[in-house]
Each structure stands twice: as C-alpha cells, then as structure tokens.
C-alpha cells in the first residue's frame, strides 16, 4: 500500500479528522485521487511543548476539540499511524489547514491505527510499504 510521511503533530491531527489539508509544493498525482494511503509519522517531529505553541494560528486552535488535550494525543514518530483518503488536490481551499500559494491536497475518511506500526522508515513523496495490501 502506498504510504506518504508527514511531520509530528501534523501526522497526528490528520488521522485525528482534525486536519482535513496536506500542504505540498507538488501536485498530488491523479492516480492517487480517491485513493486510501497510510499516513507515516517522520523521524524527526516538528518543535513543540504542547497545543497552544506557535506553530498554530488562533483560528486552528480554536478548531481543536475541545474534549481533547495535547496529552490526548499520541505522537510517536518513525510509525504508520493511520490512514486517509486524499479527495482533491487545489490551490488556495477555504480550509483553516490550507496554506496559500501551495497545493492543497483535500484528505476524507481518517482512520487512527489502535496500534501504531512501529520503527518504519520513510521516505520523500510517496513510497511503498509492503506490509499492508
């Protein structure tokens, strides 16, 4: 199955339904449009303590569920995490995740792994991970 590694906590509040945006400098390829891929959690996490850091904007913090901590959360990195279907690909979406002046890959239907896949490498763009078909 096709996977794609994506930064902590991103990873996390992607397969959380939270964050329905991936923001690429490339267009997502047509053949992986409607396409089920695993969201792997990279090695190495963005910097950061906790919600309320600065590497959310107001408006994205106050999408966060209110029920929910950062503690709530696990953010474990070098593990596939979940899984996420990539919906659209576009410019400029409305979404509070959407950056501008990048493609804005639309992601539906997140399913959060009960158990991680633990110790997985990955790799740029998106790469095959043969454990799961």
Request: proline share 5%.
């Amino acid at each position: 199955m096709k996977a794609i590694t994506i930064k902590q906590p991103w990873a996390s509040l992607i397969v959380h339904g939270i964050k329905n945006i991936e923001n690429r400098t490339w267009s997502c390829p047509k053949k992986y449009l409607g396409q089920r891929v695993l969201i792997h959690s990279s090695g190495k996490p963005l910097n950061y303590d906790n919600f309320y850091d600065s590497i959310l904007t107001n408006e994205q913090l106050l999408a966060l569920p209110e029920n929910k901590e950062w503690k709530d959360f696990s953010f474990c990195t070098g593990s596939i995490i979940g899984s996420i279907e990539i919906v659209d690909c576009v410019q400029n979406h409305s979404s509070i995740w959407a950056e501008k002046e990048v493609y804005n890959w639309v992601l539906a239907n997140p399913i959060l792994f009960e158990s991680p896949i633990e110790n997985v490498k990955g790799r740029l763009s998106f790469w095959d991970y043969l454990g799961i078909k």
